[in-house]
């Protein structure tokens, strides 16, 4: 087996297609220096090489050594220095690479194979003591953390020592020698805390790194980022050696992070952070403030790269253009100039807010480096949410605080929180939460997955908070030196202005302002970029989308968004409101049929004018209005008052009606007298239901000669006969109300496949039914028996421990409950070929359930209006 696979110096065995095997950062190391770009060499140790770690008992491969050697071979011969050697030692990088990227939560070596003969080696090929030695005691420190697993601050203890004593406040003021004296302390105190001394064979440190950089692939906050981004423990990570270049030899070296495009707002600028004579760390670690790249963005007193290194960067703007060519895509890039000269030593597709993708995947295309269909291909369905959310009304009053970088755009309210712990566990209650901290580290990752929105006060625009902030989609202020935050006393302060944990902060990610107390918000814009690539994803999906909406707000909002009817108007919502719940309790606890019909005669003029609405604002286009199906509890009268006032309105005595609601109430309501159940024991209900609608239908109609079509839904059906008995009540008064109102519109009447009999069932239902719609919230809590109400409980355990991959109320579980729904629409078609098919559970709103839908042939998704736009761009993908 190839275990290992080179790359540069002319010999490239990867491609940038083989990320499987050779992880991203090495797939494509071997493609940027196959298409000619300045890549140290450097060979690739395979992911499979992992899974054979993990496999037998964090061991390798026999002939993994021999590979690995005959690879550093190569690497020799190209740099033309050996491993180990005294006067022209090889240095190497050894860093990881899983498949998809994982930024900052895996190890990472450099400078390794120093040692104390090799560092005077250095030292003559560099010309530069300071610089070998201060090399040399990183290498220490690294691999004293990373494999040795000492703590870092006993490293720092050792330099603030030195420090102290020779009086020097910065790093860089270090000289040679007192970089020796660290490196000397360095080894003294990993002797007594491993009991061993530092490891000085070249190739004990290399086998060391690369052990650790597999190890790492199982710690703590690695599986953490993989749960949270459905990354699959099996994959494994491959491991990267690689030829040194140093930023930090020199003020003719730098090393920087850069966007091909800014990542935040997706403009076509080159984006990012530079440092002169500096290691890759030091970038990231935010201990000096890094530089623009380009003049352009430069604020009074920077010092961008454009101008202070004009050769270098005019070549990167080259390699820039190169990569974007090549890879047709947004590149993330990590670069370093080692005496002028340039090296690449990464290149990935960068992460990015979903408004820059929306903007780059435009942009791409009306570029022509990429077809619209792929344009609609590269946005995540899921992050166009962000783009649909709020944002601070511009004329809302508020309270300046302070204001830091716009790290990661949208605004936030929510109250503050100093700790990730905590974050999870208010959020958890339901509570909105702002994290704020003085910069995060990758342990903070769940503390900002919950939070909604993250503010620090140290720490650029390619710190850890920024870079996970816009890849989760939390809005994020970063680097807000104007706060301080006390986290002993629980409180942040800025101008005199104190803000405690528990209380409330507003955050705009956009433009980096945060605010004490809430601020009002506005709706989000729908033209430009939005429209575009919307329209896109129109011409190529099949599916249709619709909405669930009752309201005639929530039907604007669904027309807004490009709703194409509505596919499920839950009447029983239609009832909520106070001025009418009182008739529907009169209705529920009427004791007779006559009882009855006077409580619906009150609610008949409501429901009528509710259909109006509804019909006026979806002209021209399908409405699916289900008939009641109230879980009974809901509608009960709880307290005292409560029965009292329906007592009153039904002319009973309090005493009967505490009764009658005892009667009433269910042991399990979701299962009890709801759906079509209640439709035929109370006939009269869905009659005046069916009424409302059909003379609402005729009304619109006879006003603008553009009847509604409407669909009517009975809900819960397990059995044929339950179809019939209620279709036939529906069908009668459509010839009562015609008959009296003189006109006549189309209508449909179909049922809701939501019960596992109806699916297995659905050929003798078809017979019966014009439309099915798959009502998949209660075919998931039947299939697995599994209550709608109660398993938030013990769900989120499921899900953690892999019993369930995913939340089946949130993404249709494709084998069991997508079982039922292909089975339900094959033997649906077989007796009626055109049977439309729709969905309306909570799933029709859901990218991955939308595919599933694209697979057995559905007709429409339904789901709730602010996820239509989801809704069609995943339909456009999944018919892709
Ligand atoms: C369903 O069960 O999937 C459905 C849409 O109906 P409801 O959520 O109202 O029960
Ligand atoms: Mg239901």
Not at 88 to 101: C, I, Y
Not at 164 to 176: P, R, S, V
Not at 216 to 223: D, E, L, P
Request: some cysteine; charged content about 25%.
């Amino acid at each position: 087996t190839q275990w290992v696979y080179s790359f540069g110096a002319g010999r490239n065995e990867g491609r940038a297609d083989m990320r499987n095997l050779l992880g991203g950062k090495g797939a494509n190391l071997a493609e940027m220096a196959s298409i000619g770009l300045p890549v140290p060499p450097g060979f690739t140790i395979t992911t499979e090489v992992c899974t054979w770690y993990y496999q037998n008992s964090e061991s390798y491969p026999a002939d993994l050594e021999d590979q690995v050697k005959a690879g550093l071979a190569r690497v020799e011969q190209a740099v033309g220095n050996k491993f180990g050697d005294h006067h022209k030692p090889l240095l190497v990088s050894v860093r990881s690479g899983a498949r998809a990227s994982m930024p900052g939560m895996m190890d990472t070596v450099l400078n390794l194979g120093l040692n104390d003969a090799t560092v005077e080696g250095l030292v003559a090929a560099s010309g530069d003591a300071r610089f070998a030695w201060d090399s040399y005691r990183r290498f220490i420190q690294m691999f004293g953390s990373v494999v040795l697993d000492v703590d870092h601050h006993r490293f720092e203890e050792i330099i603030e020592h030195i420090k102290l004593d020779t009086g020097k406040i910065d790093d860089t003021e270090l000289t040679a020698s007192e970089w020796h004296r660290v490196v000397d302390g360095y080894k003294e105190m990993v002797r007594e805390v491993t009991g061993k001394p530092f490891p000085q064979d070249p190739w004990d440190q290399l086998w060391g790194a690369i052990g650790a950089v597999f190890g790492s692939w199982m710690n703590q906050r690695a599986i953490t980022y993989r749960r949270l981004n459905d990354i699959p423990a099996e994959w494994g990570t491959a491991v990267n050696v690689q030829a040194m270049v140093f930023g930090n030899m020199g003020d003719d070296c730098a090393t920087g992070v850069c966007f091909t495009r800014d990542p935040s707002t997706g403009e076509n600028v080159f984006y990012g952070e530079y440092l002169v004579n500096a290691q890759g760390e030091d970038v990231v670690a935010g201990i000096r403030t890094p530089q623009p790249m380009s003049k352009e963005r430069a604020k009074p007193g920077e010092k961008p790269m454009e101008e202070v290194m004009p050769g270098a960067y005019a070549e990167l703007v080259k390699v820039r253009q190169t990569l974007e060519r090549h890879y047709a895509d947004m590149q993330d890039i990590e670069f370093t100039v080692q005496s002028n000269k340039l090296y690449m030593l990464q290149t990935r597709n960068g992460k990015r807010t979903a408004a820059a993708s929306l903007k780059i995947a435009v942009d791409m295309a009306q570029e022509g480096l990429i077809d619209h269909a792929e344009a609609v291909k590269r946005v995540n369905p899921a992050a166009l949410d962000q783009l649909l959310h709020p944002t601070l009304d511009p004329k809302a009053p508020r309270k300046h605080l302070s204001k830091g970088l716009p790290a990661s755009p949208g605004a936030a309210s929510g109250i503050v929180v100093f700790s990730a712990d905590e974050a999870e566990a208010r959020a958890q209650k339901g509570e909105s939460v702002i994290l704020v901290r003085i910069e995060t580290s990758p342990e903070d990752i769940h503390g900002m997955h919950a939070a909604k929105g993250i503010l620090t006060t140290r720490g650029g625009m390619t710190s850890h908070a920024a870079v996970v902030a816009r890849g989760m989609g939390r809005p994020c202020v970063a680097g807000c030196g104007g706060v301080s935050v006390d986290y002993n006393n629980q409180v942040l302060s800025s101008g005199g202005i104190q803000v405690r944990g528990g209380e409330i902060l507003t955050i705009d990610g956009g433009t980096g302002e945060v605010f004490v107390g809430s601020v009002a918000m506005v709706e989000p814009q729908l033209s430009g970029d939005f429209a575009t690539l919307m329209g896109w994803a129109d011409e190529v999906r099949r599916l249709k989308v619709r909405a669930n909406a009752e309201t005639p707000l929530d039907a604007e909002t669904a027309r807004k968004f490009g709703a194409e009817g509505i596919g499920l108007c839950r009447t029983e919502h239609m009832f909520f409101d106070p001025e009418r719940i009182g008739a529907v309790r009169q209705m529920i606890m009427a004791e007779t049929e006559s009882g009855r019909r006077v409580a619906l005669s009150r609610l008949l003029p409501f429901q009528r004018q509710d259909f109006v609405d509804l019909f006026r604002i979806m002209t021209g286009l399908p409405v699916t209005i289900r008939l009641l199906d109230p879980p009974l509890h809901e509608f009960l009268p709880h307290t005292d008052y409560e029965i009292a006032e329906v007592a009153k309105s039904l002319g009973a005595d309090v005493d009967a009606m505490h009764r009658r609601a005892q009667e009433l109430s269910e042991a399990n309501p979701m299962l009890g007298h709801r759906g079509c159940r209640l439709g035929i024991s109370f006939p009269e209900i869905y009659e005046m239901q069916a009424r409302a609608i059909f003379e609402a239908a005729c009304q619109i109609g006879k006003e603008t000669h553009k009847a509604p079509h409407p669909e009517i839904m009975i809900p819960l059906v397990a059995t044929k006969r339950e179809l019939e008995i209620t279709r036939a009540q529906v069908d009668r008064v459509a010839q009562e109300v015609f008959a009296e109102l003189d006109y006549h519109v189309e209508y449909s009447v179909g049922t809701m496949i939501e019960l596992p009999r109806a699916a297995l069932t659905a050929d003798a239902i078809a017979e019966t039914a014009d439309f099915f719609s798959f009502g998949t919230n209660d075919l998931t809590q039947t299939t697995f028996g599994l209550s709608r109400d109660d398993a938030g409980k013990f769900l989120p355990l499921y899900v953690e421990k892999g019993i369930f991959p995913k939340d089946p109320f949130v993404s249709i579980d494709p084998d069991g409950v997508g079982a039922l729904v292909k089975i339900a629409s094959e033997k649906g078609r077989r007796v009626k070929s055109g049977l439309k098919l729709g969905i309306c559970g909570e799933h029709g709103g859901d990218p991955s359930s939308i595919t599933f839908c694209e697979s057995v042939g559905l007709d429409y998704v339904s789901c709730s209006p602010y996820r239509v736009p989801v809704a069609r761009l995943a339909a456009a993908q999944a018919a892709l």
